[in-house]
T-cell receptor, first 113, second 115 residues
Framework: EADIYQTPRYLVIGTGKKITLECSQT?????MYWYQQDPGMELHLIHYSYGVNSTEKGDLSSESTVSRIRTEHFPLTLESARPSHTSQYLC????????????FGPGTRLTVL | AQSVTQPDIHITVSEGASLELRCNYS??????LFWYVQSPGQGLQLLLK??????LVQGIKGFEAEFKRSQSSFNLRKPSVHWSDAAEYFC?????????????FGAGTRLAVHP
């Protein structure tokens, strides 16, 4: 059973607000990921990190930013939320081995009004 | 570039019937392949994975998948579907260009189960 947590699970917020989506894992994994998923659609990688102080943009352009100050914590921030940011955000982590599994958190469903 | 195709967007089966979900990948070398399941409003849970060895892989919840190199396929099967299997199923391949650290996902297949 993977120990990866996301808060909040659901968030409804107005346009222009700054928000931070939290993601934490207790497995000591170096690699962490953020995906964006619209309802019933595929996953798109928007950010990833291979360790502390390492962050990279993913395949899908995103206005969000991330930080990795601690191994277990990988928050995602939107400075000014817009309705186009309405989506589900999934966090994942993975160990160092080439055969290691990518484990997913339960997701945060964000609605921007 | 690598890609994953799940040809079936929606599938409906009767409870107790057998199931096969299709997945095709484009990749030159031996791929690392995964099947995940996502229940509504939840994250993804790994069902099974293939890296090497036996091409028939057993997973959780009674699922299995078979790697067929000649067909570039990794189809997911279950002999008898339960109502609780209704969910979205994603096939994924490890991204060689990223040292296998990233996954490339298919668009998913939504499975409905009727009594």
């Amino acid at each position: 059973e993977a120990d990866i947590y996301q808060t909040p699970r659901y968030l409804v917020i107005g346009t222009g607000k700054k928000i931070t989506l939290e993601c934490s894992q207790t497995m000591g994994h170096d690699k962490m990921y953020w995906y964006q998923q619209d309802p019933g659609m595929e996953l798109h990688l928007i950010h990833y990190s291979y360790g502390v102080n390492s962050t990279e943009k993913g395949d899908l352009s995103s206005e969000s930013t991330v930080s990795r100050i601690r191994t277990e914590h990988f928050p995602l921030t939107l400075e000014s939320a817009r309705p186009s940011h309405t989506s589900q955000y999934l966090c994942a982590s993975r160990g160092r081995g080439i055969a290691d599994t990518q484990y997913f958190g339960p997701g945060t469903r964000l609605t921007v009004l | 570039a690598q890609s994953v195709t799940q040809p079936d967007i929606h599938i409906t089966v009767s409870e107790g019937a057998s199931l096969e979900l299709r997945c095709n990948y484009s990749y030159g070398a031996t791929p690392y392949l995964f099947w995940y399941v996502q229940s509504p409003g939840q994250g993804l849970q790994l069902l099974l994975k293939y890296f090497s060895g036996d091409t028939l892989v057993q997973g959780i919840k009674g699922f299995e998948a078979e790697f067929k190199r000649s067909q570039s396929s990794f189809n997911l099967r279950k002999p008898s579907v339960h109502w609780s299997d209704a969910a979205e199923y994603f096939c994924a391949v490890g991204d060689l260009s990223g040292g296998y650290n990233k996954l490339i996902f298919g668009a998913g297949t939504r499975l409905a189960v009727h009594p």
